[in-house]
């Protein structure tokens, strides 16, 4: 119930992100004895939640959250930069997952920025996420794997606008509208982390979770959710004046937000001395 509690007051307009995540942490952690790791790939645009949410998760599992030394982020750009360096890293990668899980097999493992990662390197890890009992005398089964990435974006945004072009509510989404598309563009898509990756080949992913690009409602429920972390009254017009300077699109009807909820924060510096 705390999960669900996070979610539904922090995660705004992600109704399809918000009941994958809750079912399959609920299953998996309600499984005693589960047969692979649980492993989920995020997908939508910058700002729209993922990271937000594998840090709730993370939350979950651990309670210090990222500071856990049993909760693990790797960001590409940062831990992974030489793309001549691929066979190192894959070792460095194993023996580091391998060396954390024996330490605890509750480690949570967060990749971050999958679709600038070096398509490959993801594989390295297959044997960890694979229904074996044990590998090389470690069992995986209960750690969490957690992919982010903005590859699919796209396609989400796509069939997020083709439903309200229908004149369709967003809550009638469903994960099957956007799953089977969602995982064959990621599939053949060069820069997303997981081409052609036989993670997907072998249905290792238990979940591509789709984020839909943020309206102008879901701006503002960032706004005042960050103006009442500050401390502050929540102020209308200081709200819409921050929605007013965020970009929308497509150009004509302005109906999603560019950036999501990433830039709330600074906007709102702006309007500190208001």
Not at 37 to 62: C, D, M, R
Not at 169 to 196: A, M, Y
Request: aromatic share 10%; with cysteine.
């Amino acid at each position: 119930t705390a999960l669900k509690v996070q979610l539904d007051t922090k995660l705004f307009g992600q109704h399809l992100a918000k009941d994958v995540v809750l079912k399959a942490v609920m299953g998996f952690s309600n499984n005693p004895s589960p047969k692979k790791p649980l492993t989920l790939s995020l997908h939508g645009w910058a700002g729209t939640g993922k990271n937000f949410l594998s840090q709730i998760l993370a939350e979950h599992v651990h309670r210090a959250g990222l500071r856990s030394k049993f909760v693990h982020l790797f960001l590409s750009t940062l831990h992974f930069p030489h793309h001549d360096q691929l066979k190192l890293y894959k070792e460095q990668l194993q023996n580091w997952i391998r060396g954390n899980v024996s330490a605890c097999p509750h480690s949570v493992f967060i990749f971050d920025e999958m679709d600038k990662m070096h398509p490959g390197l993801i594989d390295a890890i297959k044997p960890f996420l694979d229904y074996y009992e044990q590998v090389d005398g470690v069992s995986y089964r209960k750690a969490i794997f957690i992919f982010l990435s903005n590859a699919g974006g796209d396609l989400i945004n796509k069939a997020a606008l083709d439903f309200w072009t229908s004149g369709k509510q967003r809550e009638e989404i469903q994960l099957k509208d956007l799953e089977p598309i969602l995982s064959v563009g990621v599939f053949n898509n060069k820069n997303s982390g997981l081409w052609h990756s036989s993670l997907i080949d072998r249905n290792l992913i238990d979940y591509f979770v789709p984020f839909l690009p943020l309206e102008h409602k879901h701006v503002k429920m960032c706004i005042r959710a960050e103006m009442k972390a500050r401390g502050y009254a929540v102020d209308e017009k200081i709200v819409q004046a921050v929605a007013d300077e965020m970009t929308f699109f497509p150009k004509e009807q302005k109906i999603y937000s560019d950036k999501g909820c990433k830039t709330v924060q600074a906007k709102l510096d702006i309007h500190e001395d208001v």
